[in-house]
């Protein structure tokens, strides 16, 4: 047998095709993706130069109304309206508390994902939703408590998005499951709900629950706007992802449930074991698109008079001292709301990477 000296091992060749090649081969390869070429560039170099001089070259970044000279965009309203558009009414010297949950969360998130004691994550997954809500809300440990109609901006979006998103997975799964059941009862009570839900719009269930719902309260009690607004959305998030779900466990081949019997595990043992974790991969691209149409959705809390982001711009144009700058505050929405689903999309796609157990 021959032995061959690692050291002498030739590398691989480098590609030398260069640009030219790679452009003949993606945007010029026949005479129809030559034209549509031409036509993107052509668009491109209409409509991105005179973008970026408003955007940057010709903005204005500083100083006050009176010394906007430029043709640019007037960033000095998103400037000087900056905490409103982030933390709505909240109380400026209790700002703090905000950024604090915001810390809390990246940390919470690095310790999930970084720690490899069971019990010590599921210690932090149950404590990190009371100490957010406690910093955010106060009333314990001597913080002032700053009620839920004085939250609004980014905060609020934030907040109703993970809340919703969190709370409706695992009762979309509990719910797709009962969609799959043998028992009656359960599947036909699953299908109503997911069927009557799915059948009206969003606007409608928050409707529901800010105006309809108080109307069944006996006298004297009050229950908070927000978290009404927070279970109708959970419950209309759940039924869309229940049929996610259900979608995923449909794809599932009908050996894997019989490999599970086969091995004498319990229906429940089954399911969360072998099955559940393969449907939800499955199923990660359409539930990443239903969390990104939730997120885009909580601007809806405004019918309920809750002011999110983008309400906060439409309410901050109304100030006599900042007329005409509504084209500024929606243009800054646009982007906070590209990042923020442009990020979701993209750590969807990491996920995928990371269990993808297809073969290449």
Same mark, same amino acid.
């Given at each position: 047998?021959?032995?061959?000296?690692?050291?002498?091992?030739?590398?691989?060749?480098?590609?030398?095709?260069?640009?030219?090649?790679?452009?003949?081969?993606?945007?010029?390869?026949?005479?129809?993706?030559?034209?549509?070429?031409?036509?993107?560039?052509?668009?491109?170099?209409?409509?991105?130069?005179?973008?970026?001089?408003?955007?940057?070259?010709?903005?204005?970044?500083?100083?006050?109304?009176?010394?906007?000279?430029?043709?640019?965009?007037?960033?000095?309203?998103?400037?000087?309206?900056?905490?409103?558009?982030?933390?709505?009414?909240?109380?400026?010297?209790?700002?703090?508390?905000?950024?604090?949950?915001?810390?809390?969360?990246?940390?919470?998130?690095?310790?999930?994902?970084?720690?490899?004691?069971?019990?010590?994550?599921?210690?932090?997954?149950?404590?990190?939703?009371?100490?957010?809500?406690?910093?955010?809300?106060?009333?314990?440990?001597?913080?002032?408590?700053?009620?839920?109609?004085?939250?609004?901006?980014?905060?609020?979006?934030?907040?109703?998005?993970?809340?919703?998103?969190?709370?409706?997975?695992?009762?979309?799964?509990?719910?797709?499951?009962?969609?799959?059941?043998?028992?009656?009862?359960?599947?036909?009570?699953?299908?109503?709900?997911?069927?009557?839900?799915?059948?009206?719009?969003?606007?409608?269930?928050?409707?529901? /629950? &800010?105006?309809? @719902?108080? $109307?069944?309260?006996?006298? +004297?009690?009050?229950?908070?706007? #927000?978290?009404? !607004? *927070?279970?109708?959305?959970?419950?209309?998030?759940?039924?869309?992802?229940?049929?996610?779900?259900?979608?995923?466990?449909?794809?599932?081949?009908?050996?894997?449930?019989? /490999? &599970?019997?086969? @091995?004498? $595990?319990?229906?429940?043992? +089954?399911?969360?074991?072998?099955? #559940?974790?393969? !449907? *939800?991969?499955?199923?990660?691209?359409?539930?990443?698109?239903?969390?990104?149409?939730?997120?885009?959705?909580?601007?809806?809390?405004?019918?309920?008079?809750?002011?999110?982001?983008?309400?906060?711009?439409? $309410?901050?144009?109304?100030?006599?001292?900042?007329?005409?700058?509504?084209?500024?505050?929606?243009?800054?929405?646009?982007?906070?709301?590209?990042?923020?689903?442009?990020?979701?999309?993209?750590?969807?796609?990491?996920?995928?990477?990371?269990?993808?157990?297809?073969?290449?």
């Amino acid at each position: 047998m021959a032995i061959y000296d690692i050291k002498e091992a030739k590398p691989a060749p480098i590609n030398n095709r260069g640009l030219v090649f790679w452009l003949r081969k993606n945007l010029f390869s026949d005479i129809k993706n030559s034209l549509l070429s031409l036509f993107c560039i052509y668009f491109l170099f209409i409509t991105v130069p005179p973008a970026l001089d408003w955007l940057i070259f010709s903005a204005t970044w500083s100083g006050s109304q009176e010394d906007i000279v430029k043709d640019g965009a007037r960033w000095i309203f998103i400037i000087e309206k900056f905490d409103q558009f982030i933390y709505g009414f909240y109380p400026e010297n209790l700002h703090w508390r905000p950024l604090f949950v915001a810390a809390l969360t990246v940390a919470f998130v690095a310790s999930v994902k970084l720690l490899n004691n069971i019990k010590l994550k599921i210690v932090i997954i149950l404590l990190y939703p009371f100490v957010s809500i406690v910093f955010i809300h106060g009333g314990l440990f001597g913080l002032e408590t700053v009620e839920t109609n004085k939250w609004g901006g980014l905060m609020l979006t934030v907040i109703v998005a993970a809340v919703g998103i969190i709370a409706s997975f695992p009762i979309g799964i509990l719910l797709a499951l009962g969609r799959q059941s043998n028992m009656p009862i359960v599947k036909t009570l699953c299908v109503g709900f997911i069927e009557f839900v799915r059948g009206v719009p969003l606007i409608t269930i928050l409707f529901m /629950a &800010s105006v309809v @719902l108080p $109307l069944f309260f006996h006298d +004297g009690i009050d229950f908070d706007k #927000l978290l009404r !607004a *927070l279970i109708g959305i959970t419950l209309f998030q759940a039924a869309y992802i229940a049929e996610v779900v259900r979608g995923g466990l449909q794809a599932i081949p009908k050996g894997q449930y019989e /490999a &599970s019997e086969s @091995l004498g $595990l319990s229906y429940w043992q +089954g399911m969360i074991l072998i099955i #559940l974790p393969q !449907a *939800l991969k499955i199923s990660i691209p359409n539930l990443v698109g239903s969390f990104i149409s939730l997120f885009k959705d909580t601007t809806l809390v405004l019918i309920i008079g809750l002011f999110d982001i983008l309400a906060m711009v439409t $309410l901050t144009n109304s100030d006599s001292n900042w007329l005409g700058y509504e084209v500024e505050g929606y243009v800054f929405v646009t982007f906070i709301y590209w990042i923020f689903c442009f990020s979701m999309s993209q750590y969807s796609k990491s996920v995928e990477r990371r269990f993808n157990t297809e073969l290449k």
